[in-house]
């Protein structure tokens, strides 16, 4: 085995000197050093001094000296300590040293008696202000400190807790005193240790009465608090000033002894102890740490419980440790130029009664706490009420009427002030504390409803209790209750992105699940009866954007899975349950029987869900039908309106409600007409359906025109399915309308169709014959007006053609409608020649009979030269060539533009057309070249009579 490894003796870091040379370096000049130098360490651990006079008499305890060099070899540390004290001695008188001396003897003693312990006590205060006379003075230098702390800490715990019998105790805490006033500094767990063994033995001693004969004995307890005053207010410092953290950790020490003693004794010198610490903080401007001073709302709201205390010792005490954190707090919070004011003002209420503490604590808790703080006065109050001791009760009951009496301020943790008013409300009996807990209850529920929704399902989620009277309580008053289901309506809507630093929402799930909630308390029937028009349509809503989009969403915003699985289904039970409290559980039953509710939750049937949901409605002639109508055109008038689909086909069918009907004006028909913008199918479907709810109800006939203008605007729509529905509206609205209601629909209807007599949809042509021939079944001559009969007129040679028509039904339409023009027309030889169906003998007639309205006609078979259909095109240029062969000449010099298009037919792709086409431009230039060989006639000539259209 290898020999003794040296220690080697290094400079301690209290000592503040310059650092030592490195190795190998020269001594300084003259090869000495003065007593308690050092010699740098060469090599590894060793050290080296030189033989000095006051240590020859001394005990080193070394393993070996070389005696070349002078170096000393140590393997123990205790000796090492020892050796490196007397290279200080120097500096230390004779008393100082003797006490040295005695704490090297006394401080491994295990059974030490009373006059040991105070002789060593005295030895480490005394040393201690030697080395603080020092300039950089260390204790290590000396002795460790933590050892030297240690060994006092054990003292004080062997300090009886039945009696104080000796100033060990005092002796002790002053030991601490001084030793915090030298390097190296308590940490914060020595200083904790310290303290918690000092109080433990302090506030445990029994009372000591006033009294002749225990004279000295309450002499030496004053004296000893005054030194536990001096050790907490020395060890709260830190660079010259308190350290609220520190102060933190030494209260959160004291305040048990406050709250969780039964002896009032031991309640006073707690209070005391802390009042005369705050006294003494509050000698500081400034405090360090002060924002991280977390026990400011904790510890206002127990001394306010103990103003109110019953024991008048203890209420005094804890009003004036209040009063000291005020003035704390209106030092290091208040502008520096009310300070002086505001203090004024606090030391008038300084020990008066306990109703000025409460005036303070109002008033502070208001303007000087933060809402975590003003959260932990709140928390502390509810916790009193909570507990068994009526006179905590009682005095929590006071704090709150205080602070209730006004507005509360912004209020942090609400979800810890709900979750502590959830769990602990069976426990509050007395009637007083429990309205006091209702009331700040309904208070978060105002202003923090989000937060107090949330907690309260999240509590019931995690522990599945299913307890009501959170939700009793909530639904305890009727305004408070109309004020939580107006946010609730509010939060029904899609969820929206959140911006950054904003209080949290509740989804549109969780409050769905809050109103369904609140929906099952019966004593709120009439309150849910105001809203219920707004609920119904704010679940049924929510119910469209699951079906349709929110399905997936919903599922992932499903923040606990214990309470329901399908949010459809659930949303769902919700509406039923709305409908059912408000009294119409007959409207559920008919749903039910209906199947309703399977179809207003499947995607494919979901608007037939809706329409049977209205149906029920009107069946049943529900008081609501009219508020709910008049909340749907409040909402069709946000054209973004997302459920805008399920609010048509809800109103269509409340439409057909008497009371309903009777309550639509100008401005809800516009509110409905400017929907038919909408190039959305299901969209302008529904509002053809309403348009026809309009044509059959008197109430409504009279505001159909506002309509009218708009469905005759989707015929020309961009989708052709649209364009579609509209033609079979169209078809079924001419049955229930009368002339003198809707001439000018109808007489722009007929200008319309002809539009569509051409098109390439084969279905969509056949429905504009026909609802042109309803329209002429429906026109009387009577009803014949101006540009009705032009209408009529100008495509009668359009029907003759179509009586070629590739589709059968077309054929039979136009024979059919020819019959009826000529019948509105009075064309009374012309009806029995339109039932003929050769087309070429309908026209000779026509022409003959209506020769002056040639032209007119030339201008209708032009049109027709486009036409699709080969037949059309070919009768058409054999009528064109008809007609202008019975043109004068004046006529003739007019059609120009009708001989060019005619010219242009050479070209048609069908040679039967062009071939038509050349023979009779043949014919026309040979009768053209014959007239214009005749001589013309003298005088005046033969003029043919003037043409007419009508």
């Not at 660079?239 to 009032?264: A, G, R």
């Not at 369904?516 to 049924?540: C, M």
């Not at 997936?552 to 214990?562: G, S, V």
């Not at 007129?793 to 028509?805: F, G, Q, S, T, Y």
Request: a neutral charge; one cysteine or more.
């Amino acid at each position: 085995m290898r020999g003794a490894q040296p220690l080697r003796v290094a400079r301690s870091p209290c000592r503040g000197r310059s650092r030592a040379a490195p190795r190998g370096a020269a001594a300084p000049p003259g090869g000495s050093r003065t007593p308690g130098s050092r010699e740098p360490a060469p090599e590894g651990r060793r050290v080296a001094v030189r033989p000095v006079p006051y240590l020859s008499g001394l005990e080193l305890g070394h393993d070996r000296t070389e005696p070349e060099t002078g170096k000393v070899y140590f393997t123990d540390h205790k000796h090492l300590r020892k050796f490196r004290a007397h290279l200080q001695m120097p500096r230390l008188r004779q008393s100082e040293i003797e006490a040295y001396e005695l704490i090297l003897q006394f401080i491994d003693q295990k059974d030490m008696s009373q006059m040991d312990k105070l002789s060593f006590l005295r030895a480490v205060e005394t040393l201690s202000g030697a080395v603080h006379s020092q300039p950089n003075g260390c204790m290590n230098d000396y002795y460790p400190q933590t050892i030297l702390t240690k060994k006092i800490e054990t003292l004080i715990l062997e300090e009886s807790t039945s009696s104080l019998g000796s100033n060990i105790l005092q002796q002790a805490m002053l030991c601490i005193v001084a030793l915090s006033q030298v390097k190296p500094p308590f940490n914060l767990s020595q200083k904790l240790d310290l303290v918690n063994a000092a109080i433990s033995i302090m506030f445990s001693l029994p009372l000591i009465l006033p009294s002749l004969d225990r004279k000295e004995s309450a002499s030496l307890y004053i004296q000893t608090t005054q030194a536990l005053d001096d050790m907490l207010q020395a060890l709260v410092m830190e660079d010259m000033n308190p350290n609220m953290l520190i102060l933190q950790n030494f209260l959160e020490i004291i305040l048990p002894w406050v709250t969780l003693s039964e002896k009032k004794y031991e309640q006073n010198r707690a209070l005391g102890t802390m009042s005369r610490l705050l006294r003494f903080i509050c000698n500081f401007s400034e405090l360090l740490h002060m924002s991280l001073f977390s026990m400011t709302g904790k510890l206002m709201g127990i001394l306010g419980l103990l103003s109110v205390h019953s024991n008048h010792e203890v209420s005094m005490e804890a009003s004036e440790a209040l009063h000291y954190l005020f003035k704390i707090l209106v030092l290091q919070r208040s502008v520096k130029a009310k300070i002086e004011e505001i203090l004024k003002d606090l030391q008038k209420h300084f020990r008066r009664q306990w109703l000025f503490s409460m005036q303070d604590l109002a008033l502070f808790f208001r303007k000087y706490l933060t809402p975590s703080e003003r959260a932990d006065v709140i928390i502390v109050a509810i916790e009193a009420m909570a507990s068994t001791d009526i006179q905590d009760t009682r005095a929590a009951s006071k704090v709150f009427k205080v602070l209730l009496k006004h507005t509360i301020p912004e209020i942090g943790k609400v979800p810890e002030i709900i979750q502590y008013i959830y769990y602990h409300m069976s426990n509050i009996t007395e009637i007083t504390s429990l309205n006091a807990i209702k009331k700040i209850f309904h208070m978060f529920a105002q202003s923090y409803t989000d937060e107090v929704i949330l907690t309260l399902i999240k509590i019931e989620d995690q522990s599945q209790k299913g307890v009501r009277q959170p939700w009793e309580i909530l639904a305890s008053f009727p305004k408070d209750y109309e004020l939580i289901l107006e946010h609730l309506l509010q939060r029904l809507k899609p969820p929206v992105e959140e911006e950054s630093g904003r209080r949290p929402e509740l989804s549109p799930l969780i409050a769905t699940r809050a109103v369904h909630e609140l929906l099952l308390e019966p004593s709120r029937r009439l309150e849910v009866q105001t809203f219920f028009s707004s609920l119904f349509l704010a679940l049924l809503f929510r119910i469209s954007f699951l079906v349709f989009e929110g399905r997936a969403e919903a599922m992932e915003d499903q923040p606990y899975e214990t309470k329901w699985v399908n949010p459809i289904s659930f949303s769902t039970d919700t509406l039923k349950t709305l409908i059912s409290s408000s009294g119409y559980g007959d409207h559920v039953v008919y749903i039910q029987e209906l199947g309703g509710w399977e179809r207003l939750m499947d995607p494919e049937t979901h608007y037939e869900g809706v329409t049977l949901l209205a149906r029920s409605l009107v069946v049943k002639n529900c008081w609501h039908n009219r508020p709910i109508f008049s909340l749907l055109i409040r909402t069709l008038q946000d054209l973004d309106c997302t459920s805008h689909v399920t609010a048509l086909v809800l109103l269509a069918e409340l439409l057909h409600c008497p009371d309903v009907s009777s309550n639509v004006d100008d401005i809800a028909t516009h509110i409905l007409a400017s929907w038919f913008k909408s190039e959305e199918l299901a969209t302008v479907k529904v509002l053809l359906q309403v348009t026809e709810t309009f044509a059959k109800h008197k109430n409504l006939l009279r505001r159909l025109g506002i309509l009218q203008p708009h469905v005759l605007n989707c015929c020309y729509s961009s989708n052709p399915d649209i364009v579609m529905e509209t033609f079979l509206t169209l078809q079924r609205l001419l049955q229930d309308l009368k002339w003198q209601y809707s001439s000018s629909f109808l007489t722009q209807l007929a200008f319309m169709l002809s539009t569509f007599f051409e098109a390439e949809s084969q279905p969509l042509r056949l429905k504009a014959f026909q609802i042109y021939a309803s329209l002429l079944t429906k026109t009387k001559r009577n009803v014949l007006i101006f540009p009705l009969r032009h209408q009529f007129l100008n495509l009668i040679v359009l029907l003759v053609l179509h009586m070629k028509d590739e589709n059968m039904e077309v054929r039979q339409i136009c024979q059919y409608s020819l019959y009826k023009t000529a019948t509105i027309l009075g064309w009374s030889r012309l009806k029995a020649v339109f039932v003929n169906h050769d087309v070429f003998t309908i026209l000779r007639a026509l022409l003959q009979q209506e020769t002056n309205k040639a032209p007119w006609f030339l201008k209708q078979c032009i049109v027709l030269f486009k036409s699709p259909q080969t037949p059309i095109r070919l009768i058409a240029v054999w009528f064109a060539g008809q007609i202008i062969q019975v043109l004068n000449q004046e006529e003739v010099d007019e059609i120009e533009e009708e001989y060019s298009s005619l010219r242009l037919m050479e070209k048609d792709p069908d040679p039967m057309v062009s071939c038509l086409t050349r023979q009779t431009l043949y014919v026309l230039e040979a009768k053209d070249q014959l007239l214009r060989a005749q001589p013309r006639r003298s005088g005046l000539c033969w003029r043919r009579p003037q043409r007419s259209y009508f």
